[in-house]
T-cell receptor, first 114, second 117 residues
Framework: GAGVSQSPRYKVAKRGQDVALRCDPI?????LFWYQQALGQGPEFLTY????????KSGLPSDRFFAERPEGSVSTLKIQRTQQEDSAVYLC????????????FGDGTRLSIL | AQSVAQPEDQVNVAEGNPLTVKCTYS??????LFWYVQYPNRGLQFLLK??????LVKGSYGFEAEFNKSQTSFHLKKPSALVSDSALYFC???????????????FGKGTKLSVIP
């Protein structure tokens, strides 16, 4: 079956531009997560959705970061007025709605801010 | 708060030899523990998990992990390493509970495994 799909795979933007990253989770997965992975580091949690409800956004680093999942399926992570420190790989994961279920990851979007 | 430590940035092992990638964790309460593997320019791929029950967990591609509650460890093992096992390995933890809430994972920094032919 299809896995988690993320687009674009690579995004280059100039400092100050807005970007939008898309995630299409595995069909039937209620839970959706966004993580940020800096070079040489493990993924760090950004935000969590249960269906269309954003239940946890404690990991979003600033109010420039915004995520939505309006119909409980596809999600978009938006970064406004990008800064160089936003350069990272952004990973999306989805899972069934149980704490003991593994999260399944997409291949990520590598964001480079010039 | 929850945290994961992977004390080795890199592990080198000869092909055919057993391998161990170390992980220790800290969590308030009982843990759910996971191992993931990441190949270059790819996302994380789930290998195995510990939820409850037997301390030795078997997963994909011949990997297994041993949960040790007293040492708060969850080391990844494989009896005979393959060159194709060379990749980045991440240990992750979340607190175990069945109620509603955020099921975010906390990851270690990763360990690069190199299997030498």
């Amino acid at each position: 079956g299809a896995g988690v799909s993320q687009s674009p795979r690579y995004k280059v933007a100039k400092r100050g531009q807005d970007v939008a990253l898309r995630c299409d989770p595995i069909s039937g997965h209620v839970s959706l997560f966004w993580y940020q992975q800096a070079l040489g580091q493990g993924p760090e949690f950004l935000t969590y959705f249960q269906n269309e409800a954003q239940l946890d956004k404690s990991g979003l680093p600033s109010d420039r970061f915004f995520a939505e999942r309006p119909e409980g399926s596809v999600s978009t992570l938006k970064i406004q007025r990008t800064q160089q420190e936003d350069s990272a790989v952004y990973l999306c994961a989805s899972s069934f709605d149980r704490a003991n279920q593994p999260q399944h990851f997409g291949d990520g979007t590598r964001l480079s801010i010039l | 708060a929850q945290s994961v430590a992977q004390p080795e940035d890199q592990v080198n092992v000869a092909e055919g030899n057993p391998l161990t990638v170390k992980c220790t964790y800290s969590v308030s309460g009982n843990p759910y523990l996971f191992w993931y593997v990441q190949y270059p320019n790819r996302g994380l791929q789930f290998l195995l998990k510990y939820i409850t029950g037997d301390n030795l967990v078997k997963g994909s591609y011949g990997f297994e992990a041993e949960f040790n509650k007293s040492q708060t460890s969850f080391h990844l093992k494989k009896p005979s390493a393959l060159v194709s096992d060379s990749a980045l390995y991440f240990c992750a933890v979340r607190v175990a509970y069945s109620g509603a809430g955020s099921y975010q994972l906390t990851f270690g920094k990763g360990t690069k495994l190199s299997v030498i032919p």
